[in-house]
């Protein structure tokens, strides 16, 4: 991310008065299981999908599924902004989607395992309704009937 006084003023100007959602509690629910024994989830805002998938298109406020199978080399993020630099998410996917990495640890026994699917959702969004109402939603239900126990999002 660019330091504002970098900008140019008409961008520096129009990012300072993009409304901002407050939230007011943190909801924090103490994991049911120990780390070693809990199934993870990926949840990117990253705009990361399969090489076969339809691209993100700005303000998208759907998902795309991720098996998590799938080879990073298979993974590309459709999500670019003047706001960051994505040198460092091509040259190693898991800047932003530690996918290899819970895969480690997954084999190392520090975690139990982890869910079938990771799920990716457009970042940078003004308008987020439906992604509040309904994607958010399917995706919190797919991720409670595929087990999971804990998310991990990563923001980008």
């Not at 090489?51 to 991720?66: K, L, Y």
């Not at 960051?84 to 898991?94: G, K």
């Amino acid at each position: 991310m660019p330091r504002l006084d970098r900008l140019p003023e008409a961008s520096r100007k129009g990012l300072l008065a993009l409304p901002v959602q407050v939230n007011d509690t943190t909801p924090f629910v103490r994991p049911a299981r120990p780390l070693a024994a809990a199934r993870l989830a990926l949840v990117t805002t990253a705009g990361l999908h399969l090489r076969s998938d339809r691209r993100f298109g700005p303000g998208e406020q759907t998902f795309r599924v991720i098996p998590s199978d799938t080879p990073a080399a298979e993974i590309l993020q459709s999500h670019t902004s003047i706001g960051f630099d994505r040198t460092a998410i091509l040259r190693d996917l898991n800047v932003t989607f530690p996918i290899d990495r819970v895969r480690e640890l997954v084999a190392r026994g520090v975690l139990g395992g982890l869910v079938r699917e990771a799920y990716s959702f457009m970042g940078a969004l003004r308008e987020v309704a439906k992604l509040e109402s309904e994607s958010g939603p399917e995706v919190a239900r797919r991720l409670r009937d595929a087990g999971a126990d804990v998310a991990l999002l990563t923001p980008t």
